[in-house]
């Protein structure tokens, strides 16, 4: 008899344990969703010339939620790179780590590269977020020449996606219309989580143009007839004296030679 009542009670303790596990889970899945949607993020590209300073600023609930990490991701065009050594000289000054998904190559023009990811993990200071900025210096990359008479051309940035995951929310399949996406855990690892992707407006979503100068291609041909007939003027101009202080030389070697 008195088997049969603990049994009874070990199981009833269990269920009220296993749904106050749960509601805590739901009550930290809700609170990341409501964090998430009253979050704002915003672009701005400073400086000029092929160096620029692409600075993102994310805007988060001022309610207390702890254990929440960011993910910035970027993904760039073929028209602009990042230096690796001068983000590696720049890890101590931030409060930012970044990881790149693959090699850069700092040499090749835009048209004979493809576009590349980077997922920046802020680090706060705090045990709470509110307001993230991060500065990621780019480089534009030589493009080809206009041959309609442009001197510039257009490349869009545009800007990053915000993804939020904390542990206490385990569950998440009801983040509509946020969806759910897997990204690395952490700049140090290759491992993936599940993080909540913050779902943009449309019309917060729209890019920032860029304008790097080009080459003008119709110049291509008198520029290069024009090199080549200074190359051989010079040529010319050069073995003409070189030929003469020669001829110099050997008439001062005979007048010697017959004194």
């Keep these: 008899m008195y088997f049969v009542i603990f049994c009874v009670l070990a199981c009833l303790s269990t269920c009220f344990c296993l749904i106050e596990k749960d509601e805590?889970?739901?009550?930290?899945?809700?609170?990341?969703?409501?964090?998430?949607?009253?979050?704002?993020?915003?672009?701005?590209?400073?400086?000029?010339g092929f160096h620029r300073d692409v600075v993102t600023t994310v805007e988060l609930s001022r309610d207390v939620l702890s254990g929440v990490r960011v993910l910035l991701v970027h993904r760039w065009p073929r028209g602009v790179y990042v230096d690796p050594y001068q983000l590696a000289s720049l890890r101590d000054q931030s409060d930012w780590k970044i990881l790149l998904d693959s090699a850069i190559d700092l040499e090749v023009p835009a048209h004979e590269t493809s576009g590349f990811v980077t997922y920046v993990y802020p680090t706060p200071d705090g045990p709470t977020l509110t307001l993230l900025k991060v500065t990621i210096p780019i480089h534009g990359r030589y493009h080809k020449p206009s041959f309609v008479g442009e001197i510039f051309t257009s490349v869009d940035i545009e800007p990053p996606e915000l993804l939020l995951r904390t542990e206490k929310c385990m569950q998440l399949n009801n983040v509509k219309p946020h969806s759910v996406v897997d990204a690395p855990c952490s700049p140090d690892n290759s491992s993936t989580c599940s993080w909540v992707k913050l779902q943009h407006q449309p019309q917060e979503r729209a890019p920032v143009a860029v304008q790097f100068p080009v080459g003008d291609g119709s110049l291509v041909t008198p520029v290069c007839g024009g090199t080549l007939l200074v190359t051989m003027l010079c040529c010319v101009a050069l073995s003409k004296h070189m030929w003469t202080h020669h001829l110099n030389s050997g008439g001062q070697y005979l007048v010697l030679n017959n004194s």
């Design 24 to 48: 805590k889970n739901a009550n930290h899945c809700d609170l990341l969703k409501q964090w998430l949607e009253s979050s704002l993020v915003s672009v701005e590209i400073i400086k000029k």
